[in-house]
T-cell receptor, first 116, second 112 residues
């Protein structure tokens, strides 16, 4: 099946640091990538939808200046958590989809972000 | 308000039995519903998709039903194995193409 690679798998850093997370679709061209956040014992919450070559669409309550998304190619999207604080600590997961194919989303293995 | 509900309590069953997990939704009219498996510290893995005009879908030991009148989907694992222990998430499409909304998941524990 389709493979989506997410890197890094774990990040621990100090408050105020900016952290970049990469999401790559390895064997198909992803016209759309999604970024989710998951807190312990809670469900995945969609943060934003990223389409190649255009601005991301953010969900209500998600600060676009705090969570910068770039989808520069059909195989790579990045999420940058700017000036991270302890409340940004969470499990961030990306997924990739090929719009128009009725295929399900394929998920990366997530990034555990811990802000001290 | 819109809600997707799955049993928050873990489901404990014995190996070989059939596990049945429930997903109920309110104030959605999804064209399809999906089930995913998530292991601790990992991303979800797609299992099955069922469309609104399908009553049932099967894949090996997995079976999903979809009742749009009851607004409910049931997920069955027959002949369960300890390796089936994981959290199972249902997801349905919200407005907008391929934008998924997830339930909170049900943790399944299969004992040998």
């Amino acid at each position: 099946g389709a493979v989506v690679s997410q890197h890094p798998s774990r990040v621990i850093c100090k408050s105020g640091t900016s952290v970049k997370i990469e999401c790559r679709s390895l064997d198909f061209q992803a016209t759309t990538m999604f970024w989710y956040r998951q807190f312990p014992k809670q469900s995945l919450m969609l943060m934003a939808t990223s389409n190649e070559g255009s601005k991301a669409t953010y969900e209500q309550g998600v600060e676009k200046d705090k969570f910068l998304i770039n989808h520069a190619s059909l195989t790579l999207s990045t999420l940058t958590v700017t000036s991270a604080h302890p409340e940004d600590s969470s499990f961030y997961i990306c997924s990739a989809a090929k719009v128009g194919t009725n295929q399900p989303q394929h998920f990366g293995d997530g990034t555990r972000l811990s802000i001290l | 308000s819109q809600k997707i509900e799955q049993n928050s309590e873990a489901l404990n069953i014995q190996e070989g039995k059939t596990a049945t997990l429930t997903c109920n939704y309110t104030n959605y009219s999804p064209a399809y519903l999906q089930w995913y498996r998530q292991d601790p510290g990992r991303g979800p893995v797609f299992l099955l998709l069922i469309r609104e005009n399908e009553k049932e879908k099967r894949k090996e030991r997995l079976k999903v039903t979809f009742d749009t009148t009851l607004k409910q989907s049931l997920f069955h694992i027959t002949a369960s194995q300890p390796a089936d222990s994981a959290t199972y998430l249902c997801a349905l499409e919200d407005t907008g193409f391929q934008k998924l909304v997830f339930g909170t998941g049900t943790r399944l524990l299969v004992s040998p």
